[in-house]
């Protein structure tokens, strides 16, 4: 049975706003330190993939204008994403805005050259001169992490331009294969991991929650939560205000979570600024039929990574 904490009106029907839900919407947006990374980032960090390559130009600037009008001021994109578009629509939506925000981008590429090309295109694309969190994106079995970690690979071009001023921080993501964090955190001297943090994760029996976050902290790094709405598929649920309560209250510094529209936007900030308590573990079990099935079909545009799971 889940608990009596709920946020009228944020249930998946989308049910009529009170005044008291305008008062959360405009409240003070929770900050958490990125750890070692000298940035108080808000709680919410803006994640791209959808909101960015869907919809029109004219609504993912706008999209990021309202993000940062209720305190959102931390982003998350990639070389990748929308074939560039979600870093070009970030950088043209950041003009003014730059020396506010925290911007954190990646490369799936693994050789030097072929990061170089993508760190040059994203500082391009980005329109700025400085990159604060560049990940390498995605790592994945034995071999892609072998590949990921040589010293004149992406590593090489990393620091050359972190060196040089365009790149602040450095990560590593990924989405499977929870060792290979454990072997890059040792292997290199990382700042921040882009971890699943969602109740998606618990009812598949793969947690980064007991090893992974806490072999974290112990090298004081950053940690950044996504997969929070099962990159999508929470808006299938009944209510999705107990998977974002279950991720926001685990060790994270921030939770990297996509949208459609301005409408999702707006949800997701009003639950995160009312600061709801930690799910009751017997609330979070109950849970993982829901998240299972929602999660045995995709979307266009959604990334099935549970397929690695099962």
């Known amino acids: 049975m889940r608990d009596c904490w709920s946020m009228p009106g944020i249930i998946n029907d989308m049910t009529t706003q009170t005044i008291g839900e305008q008062d959360t919407l405009h409240a003070t947006m929770p900050k958490r330190e990125l750890r070692g990374l000298d940035w108080n980032a808000s709680l919410l960090t803006l994640g791209g993939v959808k909101w960015d390559t869907q919809i029109p130009e004219t609504e993912a600037v706008e999209l990021v204008h309202r993000a940062i009008e209720l305190g959102v001021n931390t982003f998350d994109t990639a070389a990748g994403y929308g074939g560039g578009q979600s870093e070009r629509r970030l950088g043209l939506a950041l003009k003014g805005h730059r020396d506010n925000v925290f911007i954190c981008t990646k490369s799936y590429k693994r050789d030097y050259d072929g990061a170089r090309k993508d760190i040059e295109q994203s500082l391009k694309s980005l329109q700025t001169d400085r990159i604060d969190l560049f990940y390498i994106h995605g790592i994945e079995d034995d071999q892609d ?43 290199y001297p990382f700042e921040a991991i882009l971890i699943p943090v969602g109740i998606f994760n618990e009812a598949y029996g793969y947690s980064y929650h007991k090893q992974i976050i806490p072999a974290a902290r112990k090298k004081n790094l950053a940690v950044l939560g996504m997969k929070v709405m099962g990159a999508g598929r929470a808006k299938h649920t009944a209510d999705i205000t107990p998977y974002l309560r279950f991720s926001i209250n685990q060790d994270i510094d921030s939770a990297v979570i996509g949208c459609d529209s301005l409408t999702q936007l707006e949800q997701l900030v009003r639950i995160i600024k009312a600061q709801p308590p930690a799910l009751p573990n017997a609330e979070v079990e109950a849970l ?23």
């Open 145 to 187: 992490t072998a590949n990921a970690l040589k010293p004149d690979g992406v590593l090489k071009a990393i620091e050359e331009f972190r060196d040089a001023g365009h790149i602040k921080h450095v990560g590593v993501s990924g989405h499977c294969f929870k060792h290979n964090h454990i072997k890059a955190m040792d292997a």
């Open 288 to 310: 993982f039929n829901e998240a299972k099935s929602v999660t045995q079909e995709w979307d266009p545009g959604e990334f099935d990574w549970v397929k690695h799971y099962v």
